[in-house]
């Protein structure tokens, strides 16, 4: 749970400073938490916004982590 919180804050945080590397990161990482305790539905809506980031962000491994955790959860 305390995980949950700190990538929630950290994604909270990012979006108001608008560094989208660092809400990409965050939403990764709070997806991959949800889709380990078996909430796939949760954590695809909350990858969903970011697609339209990925091709922006080029061959970045975050771009790429992103991508691949949406190809799973699809």
């Given amino acids: ?3 949950k919180n700190a ?4 994604i909270e945080v990012a979006r108001k400073q608008g560094a989208i590397p660092r809400e990409m ?21 909350l990858m969903k916004p970011l697609q339209h ?3 922006d ?6 771009a790429r982590n992103a991508c691949m955790l949406i190809d799973t959860l699809i």
Avoid: K
């Fill in 25 to 45: 990161r965050a939403t990764v990482g709070l997806a991959q938490i949800l889709t380990e305790q078996g909430q796939r539905v949760e954590a695809l809506t």
């Fill in 53 to 55: 980031w990925i091709g």
């Fill in 1 to 3: 749970m305390a995980a």
């Fill in 57 to 62: 962000a080029g061959d970045s491994l975050d």
């Fill in 7 to 10: 990538f929630q804050s950290a």
